[in-house]
């Protein structure tokens, strides 16, 4: 059974979690349950860090280490 619930928050909140829902097409009141259901799974349930941010940030400074260059295409190519 469904029930109304009220909440005070920014107003900057709102137009962002409004315009989340539009683009998903769906409502505040469904993005919010959503979250509440994920907030509520363990941590391992989902893919790890490593994983999810690999390759996103590549230093472009760092100096070329051949120990790292043969690590990684040895385990993670």
Request: overall charge positive; aromatic content about 4%.
């Amino acid at each position: 059974m469904k029930k109304k619930l009220t909440l005070t928050i920014e107003a900057g909140a709102i137009r962002r979690l409004k315009s989340l829902a539009g683009r998903r097409r769906t409502s505040v009141s469904a993005l919010l349950e959503q979250w509440s259901e994920r907030a509520q799974q363990p941590a391992s349930s989902g893919p790890l860090l490593g994983s999810r941010l690999r390759g996103r940030w590549i230093s472009r400074r760092a100096p070329v280490d051949p120990r790292l260059e043969f690590l990684l295409r040895k385990h993670v190519a």
